[in-house]
């Protein structure tokens, strides 16, 4: 199976802040890599798709990037309503895994 | 607009099985696409169950494997989860999904809790 991290675990900002989020995977998954955005209550919605596309409607100061085995997500300029937990999932093969996430809450 | 609906019951006794379905809307299932379902327990990260092709091909979570069956009903353009030998551990709220290739998992349904008690 393909493990996935994430660091942080957790992760405190302020409205402005330019906040990244690393996810590694545990063998090559090429850039078959997505970022999900969750908020309480509510199921994950997608914002990065292949590593680095960005998904129809996201805002554009979403961003993701590939070094290898590892990915980051990148949310420039913070907003209130980015306050949420953050999930990275592998689809290279169809054993699907995810990280275990990463909330950003306010400081 | 494709769409996702679970339903079932939200209580279970330990040791039965657990049974979801997933009503599909703006997509014939027959026509294609994976489907799948994803778990969430309470206050936790999401887990992967298990995806479906046209009632043709099934992966499964290794961890979860040998109690879950993942089925399609084409005339009621639904699909379906079965969790046997539940345990309280299998409280969690699910969710149906269509994987989308590369595009990642998209759409979710709302999800769905189930609480394992007896």
């Known amino acids: 199976d393909i493990q996935m991290t994430q660091s942080p675990s957790t992760l405190s900002a302020s409205v402005g802040d330019t906040v990244t989020i690393t996810c590694r995977a545990s063998?090559?998954?090429?850039?078959?890599l997505a970022w999900y955005q969750q908020k309480p209550g509510k199921a994950p919605k997608v914002l990065i798709y292949?590593?680095?596309n960005l998904e129809s409607g996201v805002p554009s100061r979403f961003s993701g990037s590939r070094s290898g085995t590892e990915f980051t997500l990148t949310i420039n300029s913070l907003q209130p309503d980015d306050f949420a937990t953050y999930y990275c999932?592998?689809?290279?093969?169809?054993?699907?895994?995810f990280g275990p996430g990463t909330r950003v809450d306010i400081k | 607009q494709l769409q996702l609906q679970e339903s079932g019951p939200g209580l279970v006794k330990p040791s039965e099985t657990l049974s979801l379905t997933c009503t599909v809307s703006?997509?014939?299932?027959?026509?294609?696409?994976?489907w799948g379902w994803i778990r969430q327990p309470p206050g936790k990260g999401l887990e992967w169950i298990g995806s479906?092709?046209?009632?043709?091909?099934?992966y499964y979570n290794p961890s979860l494997k040998s109690r879950v069956t993942i089925s399609a009903d084409t005339f009621k353009n639904q699909f379906s989860l079965n969790l046997s030998s539940v345990t309280a551990a299998d409280t969690a709220v699910y969710y149906c999904?269509?994987?989308?290739?590369?595009?990642?998992?998209?759409?979710w349904g709302q999800g769905t809790l189930v609480i394992v008690s007896s």
């Open positions: 999904v269509r994987p989308y290739g590369d595009y990642g998992i998209d759409p």
């Open positions: 703006g997509y014939s299932i027959s026509s294609g696409y994976y």
């Open positions: 479906m092709y046209r009632s043709e091909t099934t």
């Open positions: 063998q090559s998954i090429s850039n078959n």
């Open positions: 292949k590593a680095s």
């Open positions: 999932q592998q689809y290279n093969t169809y054993l699907f895994t």
